[in-house]
């Protein structure tokens, strides 16, 4: 048997194999790079469903609702006449002395006492006082008659307290609060029977009270 001889393939045969070879390459990236595309957008598709959805910023407590505010119904410790005292009577009349105490000393009974808008306002009417003799010694007030007035301590008027609204038998000086203060602090019929000399200047204000001793 002879040899076997192989015809090799013409040019156009070749061509045609190369163009068929190149086509299914083609193919075959294309549909590599689907399926990729697929899987990417996928992946991408589920871990945004995944993620969790940002919280909304909450505001602050302090801004939401102001801190709750306790009241209390307890008493002031201050006297409680004190604080009754403070606005003074609303028919209080003009804090204006009478013409003939501008300037002049005298001996007063004070039927109520207050401090408004930080001045010291008194209602006084004139008495008088007589020196006791005998085993007690001390003053005997003499009320005077009519109306009380209302007058106006100056700002920098002096206050010279002796007992029973001070301390002691000698008078020291207190501010002209304190004075209301002990003075709303006595019974009442004790403070009705208290006598004060004061100090009048031109303008018609207390510019010095003492208090009378009385043991």
């Not at 003009?94 to 408004?116: H, L, M, T």
């Not at 085993?135 to 109306?147: A, C, F, L, S």
């Amino acid at each position: 048997m002879g040899p076997t001889v192989f015809a090799s393939p013409s040019p156009r045969h070749r061509a045609t194999a190369r163009l068929a070879a190149l086509a299914l390459t083609v193919l075959a990236l294309g549909a590599c790079s689907g399926e990729g595309g697929d899987d990417t957008d996928s992946g991408r598709a589920d871990a945004a469903a995944s993620s969790p959805a940002p919280a909304t910023a909450s505001a602050p407590a302090s801004l939401s609702a102001p801190p709750s505010v306790e009241h209390s119904d307890a008493p002031s410790p201050t006297h409680s006449a004190q604080a009754q005292a403070s606005d003074g009577p609303s028919d209080a009349p003009s804090p204006k002395a009478p013409a003939r105490w501008a300037g002049s000393k005298q001996f007063v009974q004070i039927d109520n006492a207050w401090i408004k808008d930080g001045r010291t306002y008194l209602s006084v009417r004139s008495a008088r006082k007589e020196p006791l003799t005998g085993p007690i010694e001390g003053w005997e007030i003499i009320p005077g008659k009519g109306p009380y007035t209302t007058v106006r301590m100056a700002p920098e008027g002096r206050v010279l307290l002796s007992v029973p609204l001070g301390d002691d038998s000698i008078p020291h000086t207190y501010s002209q609060a304190q004075f209301i203060s002990r003075w709303w602090a006595l019974p009442a019929p004790e403070r009705g029977w208290q006598g004060y000399d004061v100090s009048f200047d031109p303008n018609g204000e207390v510019v010095r009270l003492q208090s009378l001793y009385r043991s």
